[in-house]
């Protein structure tokens, strides 16, 4: 799986034109096909159909195809980033689950997936947006801890996006996060984060 941006145009340009990489050894990717069709629920409550593409590097002994998925989600999630975002800064700010899912129109089963499966990986969140923060502004500082291993993952990811963000422009938060994260934000147990340049 890789993560591309939200502009379909612009991925499709970058996959024909071989700017895309494959995560595994970095050759070019060609097309090849889509992905199956996923619901994704927006900031809202609306639902709209996702359907990646897909594509496929040729220089694996078995050819190997990866999902394209845009950085408006997070593996195995079918919420937009955002909504998720929204519940674990609000939970870091001290709100329960109950008002989380009601203020972003989820369930509290939902909200309480995200929570822990955030809670779990806090420390592995936190050091590798630390690492990226690093990566992205290497004259930043230490960051300094917070309160728990959920708020200082957070911060982490704060002080890396905002390192992106005076790099590269400005880009939604939790978008940078799915990118950063490779997708597997709240995975990361089962699957690790890539590497970070
Ligand atoms: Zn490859």
């Not at 591309?4 to 034109?17: F, I, P």
């Not at 989600?73 to 870091?92: F, K, T, Y």
Request: charged letters at 20%.
């Amino acid at each position: 799986m890789l993560i591309v941006g939200t502009d379909e145009a612009a991925v499709e340009h970058d996959l024909l034109s071989g700017g895309l990489a494959c995560p595994k050894c970095r050759g070019p990717l060609s097309p090849w096909g889509h992905a199956c069709a996923r619901p994704l629920h927006l900031v809202g409550g609306e639902v709209v159909q996702l359907t990646p593409r897909r594509a496929i590097c040729r220089a694996h002994p078995t050819a190997m195809t990866h999902v394209l998925l845009p950085d408006a989600s997070l593996l195995r999630r079918r919420d937009h980033v955002e909504v998720i975002g929204s519940a674990i800064s609000q939970h870091v700010d001290g709100a329960g689950q109950r008002p989380i899912a009601v203020s972003l129109g989820v369930s509290r089963e939902k909200v309480r997936g995200w929570l822990q499966a955030f809670a779990v990986a806090a420390g592995e969140i936190r050091a590798h947006f630390t690492r990226w923060a690093h990566a992205l502004d290497p004259e930043l500082g230490a960051i300094a801890p917070a309160r728990e291993a959920v708020a200082d993952a957070l911060s982490a990811i704060g002080v890396a996006v905002r390192a992106y963000v005076l790099r590269f422009g400005p880009t939604p938060e939790w978008g940078v996060v799915a990118r950063l994260s490779g997708g597997v934000l709240l995975c990361n147990t089962k699957l690790p984060f890539p590497a970070v340049p």
